[in-house]
T-cell receptor, first 111, second 114 residues
Framework: SQTIHQWPATLVQPVGSPLSLECTVEGTSNPNLYWYRQAAGRGLQLLFYSVGIGQISSEVPQNLSASRPQDRQFILSSKKLLLSDSGFYLC??????????FGPGTRLTVL | QKEVEQDPGPLSVPEGAIVSLNCTYSNSAFQYFMWYRQYSRKGPELLMYTYSSGNKEDGRFTAQVDKSSKYISLFIRDSQPSDSATYLCAMNLNYGGATNKLIFGTGTLLAVQP
């Protein structure tokens, strides 16, 4: 069966510091991968998606970036965090003809 | 106008009640409809998905789609305190495919009181 991991589970970072969140999927190959941010009362916002290694599509302009160095690894990064980057970050995967399945999430607080 | 509208609640019901959760949408091209359940501080988990209009039942859960009204519902029978969570509806144009982008509602917070 497929499993999706995210780490860290929680993170507190000062404004202006860098960020690296990691997501890995087990039990499947060549998944589509997604990064979402969930803010209170605002639902899920799709940030990035990837259909393969090195292929990243950005949905919203921001100071975040994503990379996919391996088939089942997806990384969300920032060079300098803003207060507005606080939120619950979710990674998801889908197969070729399947809906999306979410990881446990990372709660980021920027102070 | 948002593509998907969902009442944020909170919705509080007594244990054993029938719960009705709803979403409306504006894009008549949506074909696939999903419901996710999200417990506090956890990732969403897929509950049910349906294609086009009609009903789909899974245990105590029934998903209903009315494309003519652009309205979807999730019914929970014999609700339990363990059903207390946020319920998110989601929909998209194509099931699967290269991008499979979903459009989500903002979620309804449900509390089932023992």
């Amino acid at each position: 069966s497929q499993t999706i991991h995210q780490w860290p589970a929680t993170l507190v970072q000062p404004v202006g510091s860098p960020l690296s969140l990691e997501c890995t999927v087990e039990g499947t190959s060549n998944p589509n991968l997604y990064w979402y941010r969930q803010a209170a009362g605002r639902g899920l916002q799709l940030l990035f998606y990837s259909v393969g290694i090195g292929q990243i599509s950005s949905e919203v302009p921001q100071n975040l970036s994503a990379s996919r160095p391996q088939d089942r690894q997806f990384i969300l990064s920032s060079k300098k965090l803003l207060l507005s980057d606080s939120g619950f970050y979710l990674c998801a995967w889908s197969g070729a003809r399947d809906t999306q399945y979410f990881g446990p999430g990372t709660r980021l607080t920027v102070l | 106008q948002k593509e998907v509208e969902q009442d944020p609640g909170p919705l509080s019901v007594p244990e054993g009640a029938i719960v009705s959760l709803n979403c409306t949408y504006s894009n008549s091209a949506f074909q696939y409809f999903m419901w996710y359940r999200q417990y506090s501080r956890k990732g969403p988990e897929l509950l049910m998905y349906t294609y086009s209009s009609g009903n789909k039942e899974d245990g105590r859960f029934t998903a209903q789609v009315d494309k003519s009204s652009k309205y979807i519902s999730l019914f929970i029978r014999d609700s339990q305190p363990s059903d207390s969570a946020t319920y998110l509806c989601a929909m998209n144009l194509n099931y699967g495919g290269a991008t499979n982008k979903l459009i989500f509602g903002t979620g309804t917070l449900l509390a089932v009181q023992p």
